[in-house]
């Protein structure tokens, strides 16, 4: 006989909720692609690969910190801070990630975000780079200027300007994303157990 949902046991409402892990997929997404992204010769299909990169990896950050707050609130998180963690969850979506990653930590333990330290840094320039890519403003700069500081360091880290640098019609971005190196620096920034864990330990 069926229970009437009036009478459906907490245990039963918890066990027909699920929640899909969808950092897994964006940090073995980022990670498969950046691979396929090392050894593409053609450097079209390597600018196509490591914008990918870059848009999981970022992803997979912000998913890590949100999937955490939801399993605070549901499974992990004592009953003396669940409300503040409820809390959290409830204005999640208005809250930006450093903020939220800050706030998380001082509840459950972990680093702060800090953005002068590593893997912080990278992990800041990984979503500058992804924010470019996907709400891009197509400004008039000088053909390898980009619009955005904290990108400079990464693009002279992998020698841009290059032996392109005649070519006027070569962008900052193509540059960076041509990188053969790109994709293989992502990896050694976004490490799944340091995100997990918010001890955040620095990238190799």
Known sequence: MLTPPSEESSAQREALRSMCPFSFDLTGGFIYIADAAMGEDDTKRR???????????????????????????????????????????????????????????????????????????????????????LYYKADFLDHLEPPINRIRPLLAGFGVPSGRTDETNVQWLHALLEAHDLGSWVKNKVRYDSLVSFGALPGR
């Open 47 to 133: 600018r196509y690969l490591n914008t990918a990169c870059i848009v999981f990896a970022a992803g997979a950050i912000e998913a890590v910190i949100n999937e955490r707050i939801s399993l605070e609130v549901t499974m992990f998180g004592d009953e003396s801070k669940r409300p503040l963690f409820e809390a959290l969850a409830a204005m999640q979506r208005s809250v930006n990630l450093k903020d939220k990653w800050n706030l998380l930590v001082s509840v459950r333990g972990g680093r702060r975000w800090n953005s002068a330290e590593e893997p912080f840094q990278s992990y800041d320039t990984i979503i500058t780079i992804r924010n470019e890519l």
